[in-house]
């Protein structure tokens, strides 16, 4: 079975730290991706970055960045000097390959709700 | 490009109601569409899977029955609330994948969700 957990339910930093979000995921294929999704309080789903099981190269976008490590079963978000804007629902997402009765749907961990304070 | 919208944003509705909830995607074929649901401050759960000109997938749990899906056009797929009561309240969002054959194939462009109200 296909399980995504974010075990940080609620965050709270200070304008300016570092944070990083944490994400575990089980899955039995060898073939998946995985995403982070951000939530601001409007509900809307903002994508952020999808990665391929084959892809282990951490990827930096600005002052976000990605660690996927396969060892592990690990995908963690690091936000650097965070902000205010910053702050909202976090969620990481697997999918798995398309084929043998998967649709590939989005499997959501719980989310992390990240509060960043002035 | 990839736009999904949804609409309406937001509905009030009385109890023993039906609400009918379109999911469309603006510029692209979409032969998948997702239908999730979310209570407050929980997480996203997938409701249904609709492929276009096919009865939709149910997830366990979900009454079909209820919650009908239909995916008539490539770029449209409705959700209806039939009966709706209290406990259906919650924020619906639908997310449409792109004909397969690309690798952004398993890209899912989300709507930007409906806030069902019933009273």
């Known amino acids: 079975a296909q399980k995504v957990t974010q075990a940080q339910t609620e965050i709270s930093v200070v304008e300016k730290e570092d944070v990083t979000l944490d994400c575990v995921y089980e899955t039995r294929d060898t073939t998946y991706y995985l995403f982070w999704y951000k939530q601001p309080p409007s509900g809307e789903l903002v994508f952020l970055i999808r990665r391929n099981s084959f892809d282990e190269q951490n990827e930096i976008s600005g002052r976000y960045s990605w660690n996927f490590q396969k060892s592990t079963s690990s995908f963690n978000f690091t936000i650097t000097a965070s902000q205010v804007v910053d702050s909202a629902v976090y969620f990481c997402a697997l999918s798995e390959a398309l084929g043998g009765g998967s649709q590939g749907n989005l499997i959501f961990g719980k989310g992390t709700k990240l509060s960043v304070k002035p | 490009g990839a736009v999904v919208s949804q609409h309406p944003s937001w509905v009030i509705c009385k109890s023993g109601t039906s609400v009918k909830i379109e999911c469309r995607s603006l510029?692209?074929?979409?032969?998948?569409m997702f239908w999730y649901r979310q209570f407050p401050k929980q997480s996203l759960m997938l409701m249904a899977t609709?492929?276009?000109?096919?009865?939709?997938?149910?997830e366990q749990g979900v009454e079909k029955d209820k919650f009908l899906i239909n995916h008539a056009s490539l770029t449209l797929s409705t959700l209806t609330v039939t009966s709706a009561h209290p406990e259906d309240s919650s924020f619906y969002i639908c997310s449409a994948r792109a004909a397969l054959g690309l690798a952004a194939s398993y890209e899912q462009y989300f709507g930007p969700g409906t806030r069902l109200t019933v009273t």
């Open positions: 510029d692209f074929q979409a032969t998948t």
């Open positions: 609709s492929n276009e000109g096919s009865k939709a997938t149910y």
